[in-house]
């Protein structure tokens, strides 16, 4: 049970680690996955592990800081814009850009479950060909 309470005040504190993790997500704003951040992160201090880079970036997606994209089929993308949006991923170079749209928050209420599933939350992402994919295919 220790370990618990050591493991949430170590959540909830804020760290020197977490606060550069939070640094580069917002300063990169192409939706990184956790090796990108990891990467900008090493650039200012080249003794930080990519351990603690990926487990900062879970404690701040837990914490709603910043907004954890799963992404079918290719890794998890972080977000600075953390209120719910909607996605497209590239399919030609894995890109993965907002959506600008209203967010739907009551389609859920729209969906019936033959299984008797209660949905409480929803993410889509769109794919496609972004437009510099698009260009570069008609050259």
Do not use: W
């Amino acid at each position: 049970m220790a370990t618990t309470a050591k493991q949430d005040r170590a959540a909830t504190r804020n760290t020197i680690q977490r606060t550069l993790v939070l640094e580069a997500v917002r300063s990169l704003h192409n939706h990184p996955t956790s090796a990108d951040v990891y990467d900008v992160v090493r650039e200012r201090h080249p003794n930080i592990s990519r351990a603690t880079v990926y487990r900062n970036l879970g404690v701040l997606a837990q914490r709603g800081e910043v907004l954890r994209v799963e992404v079918p089929n290719g890794a998890d993308r972080y977000d600075f814009h953390n209120k719910p949006h909607y996605h497209a991923k590239c399919r030609v170079c894995g890109g993965v850009y907002d959506i600008d749209m209203p967010y739907q928050h009551d389609i859920a209420s729209h969906v019936s479950d033959a299984h008797g599933f209660t949905i409480e939350h929803h993410e889509i992402i769109f794919e496609g060909v972004c437009a510099r994919c698009k260009k570069s295919a008609e050259n």
